[in-house]
Structures are given as C-alpha cells and as structure tokens.
C-alpha cells in the first residue's frame, strides 16, 4: 500500500521560513518525479514545485528565488524549502507522486498539510 506523509507546516509570520518534509512508503521512490502542489478553497490545485528522479527541477513563478524542493532518495522523502513566506503563500500544501509507465499513470497524494501566513 502507497503512502504519502506531509509534516511541516503551521503558521508563521511573513517574511519567515517553514521546510515541508514529505516521507514515502510503498513506491520505488527514486524512480517517481515527485511534486508539491498547493490548494486554497474554491480555488484549483495549483503546481508549487516538482522534482524529477534526475533531480531536475521546476517551479511556478510565484515561488521562484523564494522555494527549494530537494529529495533524499535513501529516505524516501521529498522537501519543501520555503522562505520569504508571503500571505498569498497560505494553502494546504500536498506532496504528489508520479511515475508513467507503459501508458499508465501512477499517481500518489498525501493528505496534504497547512501552512498560515500571517502577522
């Protein structure tokens, strides 16, 4: 059974610095391109970060120069360095995993975690 763990997040203040952790069970890790996206009510999920198992990696615009995904494949694990934390950055925060293999998708969620920016 596939799982995906996300921790890390909570409330700070703008301008602060959270790191999301997200800790795989159930896959062969190294092998999925792992992402973090981030969801607002009523608003669709949006692609914050992806990291690719060459550890290449993206980012949307909004986040750039302020975001940092990594992963450590012998923890199965991917994170989310987040720093210059702005209001407009308060979402729940999901860790996603995907592999496409012989036309199928393998596609992974966490449960996702809160981060609250606010004074």
């Known amino acids: 059974q596939v799982h995906l763990v996300e921790s890390g997040g909570g409330l700070v203040q703008p301008g602060g610095s959270l790191r999301l952790s997200c800790t795989t069970s159930?896959?062969?890790?190294?092998?999925?391109?792992m992402a973090w996206y981030r969801q607002v009510p009523g608003k669709q999920r949006e692609l914050v970060a992806k990291?690719?198992?060459?550890?290449?990696?993206n980012y949307a615009e909004s986040v750039k120069g302020r975001f940092t995904i990594s992963r450590d494949n012998a923890m199965s694990t991917v994170y989310l360095q987040m720093s210059s934390l702005k209001p407009e950055d308060t979402a729940r925060y999901y860790c996603?995993?995907?592999?496409?293999?012989?036309?199928?998708?393998?596609?992974?969620w966490g449960q996702g975690t809160q981060v609250t920016v606010s004074s």
């Open positions: 996603n995993a995907l592999r496409v293999y012989n036309w199928r998708n393998y596609d992974y």
């Open positions: 159930g896959i062969t890790f190294s092998i999925y391109e």
């Open positions: 990291i690719t198992s060459e550890q290449t990696s």
